[in-house]
C-alpha cells in the first residue's frame, strides 16, 4: 500500500500527462485528505464541469460528491452555465447542491436563473433559493420575499435575512411590523439594521427603550447607531427622542452599561467594541446628559477613544447647552474632554484663555487644541508661550494649533529658536515652520539645518526644504552625505519632495556612487517620476547588485518611459523568479491592448505570482477578448489567482458568462 505523499506525487505526474483526467477523477476518493484536497485543486483547472456535475448527481458515493461539488465551486464563474441547467434536475437534492455552490461562488446575474425556484413545492429547494438570490443580491426577487415574510416562519427566516442582504428598503415596514412581540424581532431587527433606511430611524427609537431583553436590545441599539450613520438628516428626530431616552433611568443605566463594558474575550467580530460605540453614538446624538462626563473623560485620556471627537462634533448642539456646567465639571479629564468636543466661536476665546490658567495640565493642553481649531492669529502669543514654558502635553498641542496659524502671526516663535532654547522646543517650533514657512526665520532655519545634534538637523532640514533658493538646495545636497543615516534618508525625501530639474539633475548624478545611499537615490527617482533618470537606470541595471536591480525596475515601471513596454518584456526572459515577477507586475500595470500577446500567454506561466499579475492585468485592461483566459484562470489551482480572475471578470459582466435561459 502506498504511503499518501507517494500517491500524491504520483497524482502530480499524472497530471502532466495524457491520463491526467482519470487520474484526477480517482484521486477524488482517495482516503487521504491532503490527496483529495490536491485532486479537487486539479480537477478545477482540468475537468469540465459536465463531468464533475456527473460526479454530484452520483449519490452512492458521498467522499466523491463532495470533492465534485468541491471542485465546482473551484472553478467559480466557469462552472455557473452547467449550475444553472443543474437547477433543473428533478432531484431535489441535486438542485439544493447547485443553488449552494452558486450562492459560494457569487456570480449575481446567475441569481434571475434561481426566481422560479422560490416557491419550490420542496421547502428545503425553496429555503436554498431564497438563501442563494439573498447571498447574490438579486432585487429582483424581493416581490417575492415581501410575500415570504408572511409566510411559514422557516421560510420567513430565509427571506428575511435575504431582504437585509438584498438591502431592500421596500422592507422596511413589514420588518417593523415583526419587532418587538414576534419569535422573528432579532432577524428582524438585523436585516434593519443591514438596510439601514432612513425611515426606519424613528419607529427603533421609539422602541428601543421599551425592550428589556438583551438579546433584543443591543441587536436595536447596533441598528439604531448604523441608521444613525447613513440618515441624512437624524438630528431633529434625535432631539425629540432624547427628553424621552434621558428620562428613563432603566434604559440610561442600560447604555452606561454598555458604554462601560469591555469586549469579550473571543469577539472576532467586534461587537462589542461595536455596542460601545452604538451606545456613544445614541447618548451623545440624543443629548443624554448624564453620560457626557464619563464619554468626555474618555475623549481626553484615552488614545483609542479619538473617535468620539468626531462624534461629538458631528451632534454639537447638546453638548452646547450642558458645556457651561461640564466646563465647571470638578473632574480635570471631563473639562479636557470639553475643550476638546466643544465647538467654539471666536466671541469665545477668552473662555478658553481662562482655562490655560488650569491647574492641570491636560486642560491647559487641551484649551491650546481648542484655540487651534479656531485659527485666529490672535492666539500666537499665548500658544507660544505654552510652547516654552508649557509641559510635553502642552508643548504638542501649542505647536499643532501653531501651525495652523498664518506665517504673519508666528514672529513671536524667534525665542523659540534661539541658541539656548530647549532643544524639545526647538525641534516642535522647527516642525511648525515646516507647515508654514516664515520668511524671516529663513537664515535661522538654515543654521539649524547643521546643528551638531542629529535630531535638531533633521527637523531643520524639514524646515530648509519650505526655503527657496540654492543654499537651502545645497544643505540638501550637503545632507545626503551625513555621518547620521537617518539625516541621509530624509534629506534624500525631501529632495524627492522638493522637486524639480535641480533635484533630478543631483539624485541622476549620484547614481555613479556604490554605497548604501544607491539603492535609496534609485527609489528616490521612481518616487519623483524623473523621466530625465529613465535611460540612465536602465544603463544602470547590469551593474547593480539583484535587489538594486529590483528597485531599479520599480522605479521605472513608476517613470514609465516610452520603451517600457519593451523593457520589461526583456526582463521576463530573466533566470532570476522575483525579476520575473517585478517585470508582470509592470505590465500588469502598464501593458496597453497592443501588448495583450505578451500578457496572454503568461497565463499558463508555472509561477502563481506572474499567472496573478496576469489577471490583474487584464482585468485592468477589461476587453471582451480576455473572457475566456480570465475563466481559465478562475479555475485556477492557486486560490490567489482564481479570486483576481473572478474579480476581473466582473469587470466584464454581464458580457463575461453565458447564462442558459
Known sequence: MSTPAERLAA?????RGPEREGAILLALEDEALTVRDRAIR???????????????????????????????????????????????????????????????????????????LLHHADPNVAQSAIEAVGQLRTREAVPALLKLVEGELWLQLAAINALGAIGA???????????????????????????????????????????????????????????????????????RAGPELAASAEFVAYLAQALAALPAAGDMDGEGDSLQRAAATLAVAAGIEALEPDLLARLATDADAIWLEGVFHRFPDALAAHRPRLLGHPDPDVRGGVLRAARFEEHELPELYEHLEDTHSRVRAAACYAMGRLELDSTAPLLVERLRRGDRAEQAAAAQALGRLSA?????????????????????????????????FEPRVLQLAEDRRPAVRRAGLRAAARVTGARADVLLLRALADRDQATQVDALELMVARGGEKSVAVLVAMLGTSDSLRFHVIRALGQCRAQAGATRLRDLLPQCAPHEQLQIVAALIRIAPPWIGTFLRERLGDSEVEMRRMAAQGLADLAEEHELPVLLPLAEDADWNIRNEVARGLGRLARPVTRQVLLALARDV???????????????????IRIPA
Do not use: K, W
Open 169 to 239: 428598503a421596500e422592507a422596511v415596514t413589514p420588518l417593523l411590523a415583526l419587532v418587538p412581540d414576534s419569535v422573528l424581532a432579532e432577524p428582524a431587527v438585523q436585516a434593519l439594521r443591514t438596510i439601514a433606511a432612513p425611515e426606519s430611524l424613528e419607529p427603533l427609537l421609539r422602541v428601543l427603550p421599551a425592550v428589556r431583553e438583551r438579546a433584543l436590545r443591543d441587536p436595536l441599539l447596533l441598528a439604531v447607531a448604523v441608521v444613525i450613520d447613513f440618515h441624512p438628516d437624524p438630528v431633529p428626530l434625535l432631539a
Open 42 to 116: 486539479l480537477a478545477a483547472r482540468y475537468v469540465e464541469p459536465a463531468v464533475l456535475g456527473a460526479l454530484v448527481a452520483d449519490g452512492e458515493h458521498a467522499v466523491r460528491r463532495n470533492a465534485g461539488l468541491s471542485a465546482l465551486e473551484r472553478q467559480g464563474p466557469y462552472a455557473v452555465p452547467h449550475l444553472t441547467v443543474m437547477l433543473g434536475a428533478s432531484d431535489p437534492e441535486l438542485v439544493m447542491f447547485a443553488l449552494q455552490s452558486l450562492a459560494r461562488i457569487g456570480y449575481p446575474p446567475a441569481g434571475r436563473s434561481i426566481l422560479p
Open 638 to 656: 492557486e486560490p490567489v489567482v482564481a479570486a483576481t480572475a473572478r474579480a476581473a471578470l466582473e469587470r466584464l459582466q454581464p458580457e463575461a
Open 11 to 15: 497524482l502530480d505526474a499524472a497530471a
Open 408 to 440: 504673519d502671526a508666528l514672529t513671536d516663535l524667534e525665542s523659540c529658536l534661539r541658541a539656548d532654547a530647549d532643544e524639545t522646543v526647538l525641534m516642535l517650533a522647527l516642525e511648525v515652520l515646516s507647515t508654514c514657512p516664515v520668511p524671516a
